[in-house]
């Protein structure tokens, strides 16, 4: 248990007056006293013989994210070599680094590496949770400049839920539920779904905000109220939808590099099988937005736009103009923080567009969507 509330702490807690600063950092992050001399018997500094209160154990457990007692007495610590340890002090030592109020977009695809070897690394990842979901420069460029879509539903989520926890600004409140909504979403999980939407909804969007976390808020009720068939909320999120278009940044402003709000607004229409609505968000982009990669944009994401429109071509009729897109695709080269999310998608298309349900393509195709589904735990992507 100590190990698990030092992961999620960030430090190594030794002295008993560190007890005094882990009540604060608990109640600042999940909203519940709990007193210094408690936690100084829960770390052993006090060894009284009384035991831990199940309300204080239930505490424990929703600071670190672990859904029953059971587990913070049977977590283990990381089994990382002398190597693994320099690495770790090493990447620490990255985000620790002074930046200037400019934009440094090397800085920017730098941790685009880092965040890969992290998430590649579960134990990292393990070990460095707590410095990482509180770190100020770490929570921007790897939970929000990077955030791990494809492992949403799995053991990555507890590691994001933490860094939710920490940062308690508007905009990262926003992004952060945004993304777990859409964890709940694609692992169909009813109960959280409700419950994050509420919270999305609770949080007022202003245009200083990053064009995902406002496109973020429409897709998660674009997405609820479609599964839930509420024809009335769904048309109306669709009317906001488009008149929140006109407010964002284009043409030749040097923050709108890439249409992130129409690709992100493109993909939840088709989602939805909305593919006349992803059509007009695609048309607007590609007459406002760059085509191409002008170097200040993440690789990958002109990629996953490409076959965003392969889907909504396709099933608006203009099949050729999909296999053409098809054909330039490499999606080994979609960004990888939600590369097997566009996969699956591309899978699908793929699958739609076989002649036959017998024939060895199709077989294997379908094969290889399911073993993704089974990986990412994006149940509701069906084949």
């Known amino acids: ?119 590649n690394q579960p134990n990292y990842l393990e070990a460095l949770s707590g410095f990482l979901t509180s770190n100020a420069i770490a929570q921007i460029f790897f939970f929000e400049r990077f955030p791990y879509i494809d492992g949403i539903t799995g053991d990555y989520k507890k590691h994001f839920k933490r860094y939710v926890q920490s940062k308690k600004d508007q905009e990262a409140q926003l992004f952060g ?36 976390p406002q496109a973020r808020k429409i897709m998660s009720n674009i997405l609820y109220h479609h599964r839930y068939r509420d024809k ?34 493109a993909d939840a229409f088709n989602l939805i099988g909305d593919y006349e609505s992803a059509l007009k968000m695609i048309h607007l982009a590609d007459l406002d937005y760059k085509r191409y990669d002008n170097g200040v944009v993440e690789l990958g994401y002109f990629e996953c736009f490409d076959l965003v429109r392969a889907i909504t071509y396709y099933h608006i009729g203009r099949k050729e103009d999909a296999t053409r897109i098809l054909n330039r695709i490499e999606s080994a080269k979609f960004i990888f923080i939600c590369h097997d999310y566009f996969l699956i998608q591309q899978k699908i298309l793929e699958l739609n567009r076989c002649k036959s349900t017998a024939t060895k393509k199709y077989q294997k195709i379908e094969t290889e969507i399911s073993g993704l589904i089974n990986k990412t735990g994006f149940t509701t992507f069906k084949v």
Not at 241 to 251: D, W
């Open 1 to 119: 248990m100590k190990n698990k509330i030092e992961l999620r702490y960030g430090k190594t807690i030794t002295y008993s007056a560190e007890c005094d600063k882990l009540a604060s950092h608990i109640y600042h992050a999940i909203g519940v006293k709990i007193s210094a001399q408690t936690l100084r018997r829960v770390l052993g500094f006090i060894n009284d013989g009384s035991k831990p209160s199940k309300s204080t154990l239930q505490v424990i457990c929703n600071y670190c994210n672990v859904d029953h007692v059971e587990e913070l007495f049977a977590a283990k610590k990381p089994k990382l070599s002398a190597i693994d340890l320099e690495q770790i002090n090493f990447i620490k030592s990255f985000y620790a680094i002074d930046l200037s109020s400019g934009y440094d977009f090397n800085y920017q695809k730098a941790c685009g590496n880092i965040a890969r070897k992290i998430i």
């Open 177 to 212: 539920n945004c993304i777990l909504f859409l964890g709940a979403y694609l692992s169909q999980n009813k109960i959280e779904l409700t419950d994050y939407l509420t919270r999305i909804n609770s949080i007022a969007v202003h245009q200083e905000m990053h064009p995902f």
């Open 232 to 265: 009335t909320e769904l048309g109306k999120w669709k009317e906001i939808a488009f008149e929140e278009e006109k407010k964002q940044l284009r043409g030749n402003t040097p923050s709108a590099h890439f249409p992130f709000f129409q690709f992100t607004m």
